[in-house]
T-cell receptor, first 112, second 116 residues
Framework: DADVTQTPRNRITKTGKRIMLECSQTKGHDRMYWYRQDPGLGLRLIYYSFDVKDINKGEISDGYSVSRQAQAKFSLSLESAIPNQTALYFC???????????FGDGTRLSIL | AQSVAQPEDQVNVAEGNPLTVKCTYSVSGNPYLFWYVQYPNRGLQFLLKYITGDNLVKGSYGFEAEFNKSQTSFHLKKPSALVSDSALYFCAVRPHSGAGSYQLTFGKGTKLSVIP
């Protein structure tokens, strides 16, 4: 089983809809992250959380919100989806600053 | 603010030849540097990291990278490329401390194609 699991893997939806992407991990890491990947732009940080009570905005948080339901669960919401939020979304975890992040396999989100 | 440049969008190399994927960075203070690989329909997988110490870092699948502080570079290398190395490679940086130390900044990625 994957250490970092993202659901759904693919989602097609319409402009204006509310969408939630979920991430769960079995690595026991305190730190969790949400990124989006766009072709030619690399990965950009949306939100990050260092523990259940610590949530912070990243580089591109506008239009997104998150919830850290437990140490192992970190969800990303798009309250009212728009087409330029079409992207590949990744969740990642880590335990310390100098340790590598571990990534899920991503959610491919298309907003029509 | 930190940044990473991967100057080549694509690198083509013949199977069996050495490969290099270039990365330069900008950061305040000392850096943590990472290389990740992404295969189609998969998340990023960690290859290697530089924290401190020896400038030559060895990682997974025969890859290595050399930290060059004066040139602010961290190029990824492999002596003999395999077709299975074909993938998208990302370099990433964060400072040891201070502003931005929470955030891993990624380059835009380099697509490596190994030709049989």
């Amino acid at each position: 089983d994957a250490d970092v699991t993202q659901t759904p893997r693919n989602r097609i939806t319409k402009t204006g809809k509310r969408i939630m992407l979920e991430c769960s991990q079995t690595k026991g890491h305190d730190r969790m992250y949400w990124y989006r990947q766009d072709p030619g732009l690399g990965l950009r940080l949306i939100y990050y959380s260092f523990d259940v009570k610590d949530i912070n905005k990243g580089e591109i948080s506008d239009g997104y919100s998150v919830s850290r339901q437990a140490q192992a669960k970190f969800s990303l919401s798009l309250e009212s989806a728009i087409p330029n939020q079409t992207a590949l979304y990744f969740c990642a975890t880590s335990d310390m600053t100098d340790q590598p992040q571990h990534f899920g396999d991503g959610t491919r989100l298309s907003i029509l | 603010a930190q940044s990473v440049a991967q100057p080549e969008d694509q690198v083509n190399v013949a199977e069996g030849n050495p490969l290099t994927v270039k990365c330069t960075y900008s950061v305040s203070g000392n850096p943590y540097l990472f290389w990740y690989v992404q295969y189609p329909n998969r998340g990023l997988q960690f290859l290697l990291k530089y924290i401190t110490g020896d400038n030559l870092v060895k990682g997974s699948y025969g890859f290595e990278a050399e930290f060059n502080k004066s040139q602010t570079s961290f190029h990824l290398k492999k002596p003999s490329a395999l077709v299975s190395d074909s993938a998208l490679y990302f370099c990433a940086v964060r400072p040891h401390s201070g502003a931005g130390s929470y955030q891993l900044t990624f380059g835009k990625g380099t697509k490596l194609s190994v030709i049989p």
